[in-house]
């Protein structure tokens, strides 16, 4: 167990509560779990030291969860379950769910553009496509082992 786990698991962050965790975390979240204060976080993110990676979405930042298990040692199954769960074209509050955006801002960012991936206009409802919210996730797909 490294010196970042056993924080985490001091802190008594549950099992169930990081398998809850959105693909996307606010900072905020992510600095608690990392135990950084609001600012060092911020400060960590523009000086591109912070230890996981971190989207930029529209004005707002982002932490990716997967890639925050991962360096806190912890398995990222859950979120791949949940990804895997989803159809190939998903619906755009979805998605902004799935980033933790909010339903304004989300549709603000497809309107003008910014969506930090590709959105698809269907109607008059946008999609985003699976493929590259998990590539901008970084969740790969399930083992198949965890599939079954």
Known sequence: MNDMTARVRAKRFSREALAQ???ALLVAD????LDLTRSTGYRMIHEGTYPCAVLKVGDQHRVVTADLLRVLDLPDLP????MASLPPAIRLPDANELLSLSRTTGYKLARTGQYPCSVLRVGSEYRVRKHELQRLLQVGDLPAEAAA
Do not use: T, Y
């Open 21 to 23: 965790l959105p693909p």
């Open 30 to 33: 992510a600095n608690k779990l």
């Open 79 to 82: 979120i791949r379950r949940r």
